[in-house]
Each structure stands twice: as C-alpha cells, then as structure tokens.
C-alpha cells in the first residue's frame, strides 16, 4: 500500500471512532518512528516551536509556509545552523492561500498551524480535510460558528487535531494535576486562572522587524508581527479574547468533557482606558492611533458554571502596567493552591489559617513526565512547557494515540471567546453553554498526561 493509500483507509477507518478514541490513523498499523511536518506561520511563535521541532530526531521538517519573507528566512536560519537539510517553502509569493498547496504538495504526517487567530479556523479545516493531522496554535477559532465546523470536519474527516496550550504543561501547573489526581484538595470547589499579561508593548511597535516590542505606536499594515493582526482584536472585540492559558489547566483539573462540563458562562468587562492611555503616553496625541477607540475592556471577567457543582473565574487583563501572571487558584473542601504567591494551604498540613510555600509540595508531587523530561526541556520556551506540548503532539502522532488535548478541549476552551463576547453584548447576560461532545462528556475518560512518556 502507498502511503497516501494508507492515510486514507485509516482516516476513513478513524473517522468511525471519532470522538471517542481519536487515532491518529495516518499511520500504518505499529506507528512511525519519524514523522514530515510541516508548518504555517514562521513568525514569532512559529520560529520558537520550530526549534523544538528541528532538535528533534524522530521528525523531519519538510516544508514551511508563511507569506512574510523575512520570517521564512530566519526560519530557514535554525536548519542551517542545526546542519539539517532545509524544507521545501511556500507563501514568499504573498498567496494567502499558499499553504493548501503545501497540503496538497507535500505528503507531511502533520502540520503546525502558527499563524494569527483569524487564519486558525479555516486553516485547520483544509488541513484535516487533505488528510493532514493538525497542531494548532491557541485559538480554534472566531466564531461560534468556526468552533462547530472545525469540530465536525476533525468528526468527519478522523484526522488528529491538537490544541498546542502549552500551559497545561508548566511545571507547577502539572504538579498540582497530580495532587488534585491524588485526592490533596479534597473535592473541588473553585478555580480561577486567566491571562493577566501587559501586552501594551507587544499591540504597538514602529513596524521594524528587528524591534518587535514597544518601538512605537503603530498597529495593523504599519505594526509588526502581533502588532499587525492582534491589536486590530482590540479595536473590534470586547470579551474574554484569550481563554486557553487559564482555562486548559482548570479544564484537566475539573474534567471538563470528561464526566463534566461547562453548563453556564457570563462576562462582565470593564471600560476600555489602558490602550489609549499607553498611546497618549508614548506622545501620540496627534498619531493617528491617539484617535482609535478599543472596544476591548481592560479587565473582562468570565463566569463558568461546572455541571459538578465547580464555577471558574478567567480573567483577560493585557492593556494595563502589570507583572505577568496566570492567576491560578484552585480550590476544594482540603485548602487551595494560588500562583500569584507560590503558596499553598491544606488543612490538617499547614499550620491553621496561614499559608505555606509551594515548593515542598511542587518537589513531592512533581509530574513523572517533568521528572523524566526536565533536562530535555531546558532551554525550550516558557520555562520548558513549549517543549513539552510539540512533544506531546508528536509523540501521540508516533503512537497512533488519542490527542492529549484533543478536538471537544480544543472548541470548548476557545469557544469562550465568541459566548463571552455574545453575554457582553447582550449586557453581561448568563448564556447556556453549548454541549461540543452531542451528549458523550459524561462517559468519556480523563486521558491528559496519565503517562510518563507524554
Ligand atoms: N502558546 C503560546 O505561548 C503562544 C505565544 C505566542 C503566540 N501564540 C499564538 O501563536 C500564533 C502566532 O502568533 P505570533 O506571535 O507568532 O504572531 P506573528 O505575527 O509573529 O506570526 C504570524 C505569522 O503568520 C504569518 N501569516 C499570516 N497570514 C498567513 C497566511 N495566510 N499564510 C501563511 N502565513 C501567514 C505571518 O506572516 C507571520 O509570520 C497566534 O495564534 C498566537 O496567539 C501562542
């Protein structure tokens, strides 16, 4: 059998065992020992997941698409420097849709979708409808809408789809899954997490390549990379824009899709001040960006209601001074974790009403794939957890097994965007939240990182 034979006789076979056990079935029974991939958007994310790709033996990168020339060069840069056999390019002729003839060119085992928000949805649907299985940047897409289709073509096409939030595999964060696995918080009761990142410098720059950050106040066509497409979300949206940090590591804690579920969400936000002042500030009363008015809030507060009886607070605060911070906390009948202070508290342990410090516990509950991976992960972005999510991908791709975070994670995570901006709207209304898995959540079974391979 030829191997494009074979993709799609497994795709097909797959497609019967979707949603339940999502098998990567582009594979030949047995697995692959080395995978092609490819990758659309080379920009700043793509170029630091793409280093964790290219010092990888089991894969080969065999082709790269993006439609900015510069950033396919400093791609094309880490092969050279690696002494690896460069890809196959597309998109330096400004086709947008040059990555569907990378999908039809080449015969790759995987693609990683890298590109800015509006591209993820439809990227992803051409991708699994040529058959190839897709690692997707946060988010899975816009519009409610976006979050049906891309579920109902993984549904019906069978081919793999993964959500790369490399948050559900930072350290700490994976330390406490073992701990609420083994019972330390009691029942839970409460989480909170968000993204609480000052992007002021990152939404405005002079649109010089070599400056990215806080080198002035331009955005869109003049911005350079998220400059150039995510600030334009501010001026349009008002909601909770950026939902997976927070919500991915709440969701494996709660399992969500998996015996539980999101049954309400509403979102208050507040006035929109930070942007405009941070332009007004870098003297750009008379810049053309002095006179645009954002609809984002500063601080959008979001509201879900669990099916078990849990509510989870996400905030999107990245328009204001502030450090960086996740804001997790979770929380049940035994005492709580919160990461803004690397404290922790559980009754019978801690001495009453105080808090004690993280570390003893991070030591002693320490995920066995931290354990087993931390040397391989230094080095790799964001304190090693980027490398933990490419590898992930790709080892679950090797082993025809289920997506770690799979397709029901993937919408019902993202999908809070498009109900948070709907209930702010519809002046901060409670919405029902959709149902992704028609029915199945409550007999589904945990499977995020049971294993210490990955
Ligand atoms: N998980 C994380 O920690 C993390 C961190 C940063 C960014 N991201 C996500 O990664 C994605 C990319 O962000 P970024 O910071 O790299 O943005 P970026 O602007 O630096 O890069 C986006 C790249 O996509 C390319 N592109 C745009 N349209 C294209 C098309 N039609 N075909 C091919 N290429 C196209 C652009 O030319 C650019 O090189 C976003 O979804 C962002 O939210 C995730």
New binding site residues.
């Given amino acids: 059998m030829d191997k494009q034979f074979n993709r799609r006789h497994f795709l097909t076979a797959g497609a019967a065992l979707a949603g339940s056990l999502l098998l990567p079935t582009a594979f030949a029974a047995g697995g692959r020992e080395k995978l092609r991939l490819g990758m ?9 997941l793409l280093k964790e790709l290219v010092r990888r033996d089991d894969v080969e990168v065999a082709a790269l ?4 020339p ?3 060069g400093k791609a094309l840069a880490q092969f050279e420097k690696a002494g690896k056999a460069k890809p196959r390019t ?2 330096e002729d400004g ?5 569907r003839r990378m999908l039809d060119a080449k015969a790759l085992d995987g693609v990683i ?5 509006e ?2 949805a439809q ?1 992803a649907i051409d991708a699994m409808q040529a058959k190839v299985p897709v690692g997707c ?3 899975a897409g816009i519009t409610l809408k976006d979050h049906w289709d891309v579920l109902d073509t993984q549904l019906k096409t069978g081919t793999p789809y993964m959500l ?4 559900c595999y930072r350290r700490d964060v994976m330390a406490v899954l073992q701990m609420v696995r083994s019972g330390l918080f009691g029942e839970l009761v409460h989480l909170q997490g968000g993204y609480q990142h000052d992007l002021r410098a990152v939404k405005f720059n002079n649109g010089d390549p070599a400056k ?1 950050y806080g080198s002035g106040i331009e955005f869109g066509e003049k911005g ?3 400059a ?3 600030t334009q979300h501010s001026v349009q949206r008002n909601g909770e824009l ?1 939902p997976s ?1 927070g919500i991915g590591p709440c969701a494996m804690y709660t399992n969500i899709n998996r015996g539980n579920r999101f049954t309400r969400i509403n979102t208050f936000a507040t006035k929109a001040r930070g942007l405009h002042d941070y332009i007004m500030k870098q003297g750009g009363a008379d810049h053309p960006s002095g006179k645009v008015k954002f609809s984002l809030g500063d601080v959008v507060t979001t509201t879900l209601a669990c099916e078990n009886g849990e509510t989870i607070i996400l905030q999107h605060d990245t328009s204001l001074p502030r450090p960086y911070s996740l804001g997790f906390r979770v929380q049940g009948t035994n005492g709580l974790w919160m990461d803004v202070n690397h404290s922790i508290h559980i009754e019978g342990k801690s001495k009453p009403h105080q808090w004690e410090d993280f570390q003893s516990y991070q030591d002693q509950f320490d995920h066995p794939l931290w354990r087993k991976y931390a040397g391989q992960a230094e080095g790799a ?2 304190g090693g957890m ?1 490398y933990f ?1 490419i590898h992930a991908f790709v080892e679950a791709l090797k082993a025809r097994a289920p997506m770690p975070i799979d397709i029901y994670d993937a919408v019902t995570w993202s999908a809070i965007t498009p109900l948070s901006e709907q209930s702010i709207a519809q002046n901060f209304q409670t919405l029902d939240f959709p149902d992704f898995t028609r029915g199945q959540w409550s007999k589904r079974k945990p499977i995020f990182a049971f294993n210490d391979s990955y």
């Fill in positions: 659309i958007g080379t920009g700043m994310r793509g170029q630091v698409c993006d439609i900015e510069i950033n396919l597309f998109g086709d947008k849709h040059a990555y979708i890298a590109t800015p928000w591209w993820h990227m940047e946060v988010v790369l939030e490399n948050v990215p350079w990379s998220e150039k497409w995510r950026y940090h972005g964001h980027d999510v």
